[in-house]
């Protein structure tokens, strides 16, 4: 069984889409020019985030829980630069100081502007084309919202660093990273941890409910040990407006509509009282993961996109 499938060009017509389908990623290969220059910003990026401090991370479904620095930047719209507008940096997520780091960071080390742009650039471009693929039309990319969390993973003060077993809270994600450390799990318990040669794209658990149920996101974590390297990824969530109801994949007629609310899907896969996620059955986590059976809470009335 494939965890994810390497992609060496533009994708065959259907390719993507099957991988999601499975559950499973994409690698899009790095020429050698693309993979000197991302190798060259990572690790310039790396040495910056020493200085900052450590963070906790979220608990995963297992429980894994350690420390990290890391902070976040975003864009309005897919393709776009980077905003600087710290409100809008707060509104996207539930860690408004990784936000107001990230926009310190910018400040005080203006030389890795160019740095963060390298990586965004084969972020953002591995995420547009595996955005076509899941029928996301190319008008809405403007309104899409894109979150790039940059990290440094090195046990500072536990025994190890990384990110509990969870599926991403996003339509779609996109990393880079420069040492072992993360692996993707399927059911029966096959996991691999992917190549470092490419840009990886995960379906996220936003993707599955907007599609209801067509593609299945990977559930995914990361573990460096103290005697590990210390490890760089950055990574992009992409999302649709959110609070708004987004017309269903492949066109929609009034009522077939998503209604996206970021936060609730979150805590929803996360919600450890449930016991679900059913074709779920990696290594057992202290309790099951929950089915993505959508958000509990209602979306805003108005439609931010139009069916396409
Ligand atoms: O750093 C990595 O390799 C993956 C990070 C991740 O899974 C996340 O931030 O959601
Ligand atoms: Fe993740």
Redesign the pocket.
């Known amino acids: 069984m494939h965890m994810y499938a390497r992609l060496l060009g533009p994708a065959d017509a259907g390719e993507i889409d099957r991988l999601f389908r499975d559950g499973t990623g994409a690698l899009f290969v790095w020429t050698p020019r693309e993979a000197a220059g991302v190798e060259a910003s990572m690790a310039a990026l790396k040495d910056l985030l020493t200085g900052l401090a450590p963070q906790d991370t979220f608990p995963g479904l297992d429980r894994l829980r350690a420390d990290r620095q890391s902070f976040w930047l975003a864009s309005r719209g897919l393709g776009t630069p980077f905003t600087p507008d710290p409100a809008f940096l707060e509104s996207l997520d539930g860690d408004p100081a990784g936000g107001r780091r990230g926009a310190a960071f910018l400040h005080g080390n203006p030389q890795a502007g160019a740095d963060l742009e390298t990586l965004k650039e084969s972020l953002d471009r591995a995420l547009a084309l595996s955005a076509a693929e899941v029928g996301i039309p190319r008008s809405w990319y403007p309104a899409l919202t894109v979150r790039y ?1 940059v ?1 440094r993973y090195a046990p500072l003060r536990r025994r190890s660093a990384g ?1 509990g077993m ?1 599926p ?1 809270g996003s339509v779609l ?1 996109a ?1 880079v ?1 420069d040492r072992p ?2 692996t993707l799990w399927r059911d029966a318990g096959t996991a691999v941890q992917p190549a470092r040669d490419g840009t990886l794209v995960l379906p996220g658990s936003i993707l599955h409910r907007w599609s209801e149920g067509r593609y299945d996101p990977t559930f ?1 974590r ?1 573990e460096v040990g103290r005697d590990a390297e210390p490890k760089f ?1 950055m ?1 992009a969530f992409l999302n649709f407006p959110d609070r708004s109801g987004i017309p269903r994949r492949g066109g929609t007629t009034a009522g077939r509509v998503f209604p996206n609310d970021v936060q609730a899907c979150k805590e929803d896969d996360m919600d450890r009282g449930g016991g679900h996620w059913q074709r779920f059955a990696g290594p057992r986590p202290a309790t099951e993961p929950r089915p993505a059976t959508g958000p509990r809470s209602a979306a805003g009335p108005a439609n931010a996109l139009r069916a396409g």
Do not use: E, K, M
């Open positions: 969390r990290i990110i969870h991403d994600s990393l990273t450390g993360l995914h990361v990824s990574v």
